[in-house]
């Protein structure tokens, strides 16, 4: 589950509109910043390891290549959404999000999507 707060002022409403991004919305950047932050969290946990990076398709890659082709993770679902311009302090969002989003705990998770994010849009 993720709980995200932003100021819509930028954005065409929260829920996406295609896979292009033609509008800026607050989902179309939630999703590229989850994809992000999954192969930023997969090169960690190879370089903890000492892996190199393998050429067979992992699952934070093909999370990441789905969300660029989709609108929406299949997974998704959101608790409401709002329109052109509107705020939120708690969009609640629930999605399955491959293993490897398992880091040490969830506010790591957070704070390496928060890198990821505008800073109008914020878990």
């Known amino acids: 589950?993720?709980?995200?707060?932003?100021?819509g002022k930028e954005y065409h409403g929260c829920a996406r509109n295609d896979s292009r991004d033609?509008?800026?919305?607050?989902?179309?950047?939630l999703w590229k910043g989850i994809a992000g932050a999954l192969l930023e969290g997969e090169e960690q946990n190879n370089n903890k390891k000492k892996v190199?990076?393998?050429?067979?398709?992992s699952s934070s890659f093909s999370f990441a290549l789905d969300i660029r082709k989709n609108t929406n993770p299949?997974?998704?679902?959101?608790?409401?959404?709002?329109?052109?311009?509107?705020?939120s302090l708690g969009n609640v969002y629930s999605l399955l999000l491959p293993d490897c989003a398992l880091l040490e705990d969830e506010l790591s998770f957070a704070s390496i999507?928060?890198?990821h994010l505008p800073n109008d849009i914020r878990l």
């Open 1 to 7: 589950i993720l709980i995200v707060a932003y100021l």
């Open 22 to 29: 033609a509008f800026p919305t607050v989902e179309g950047c």
């Open 52 to 57: 190199a990076p393998t050429t067979t398709t």
């Open 74 to 87: 299949k997974s998704m679902t959101r608790s409401s959404r709002t329109d052109k311009g509107v705020s």
């Open 113 to 115: 999507v928060n890198r």
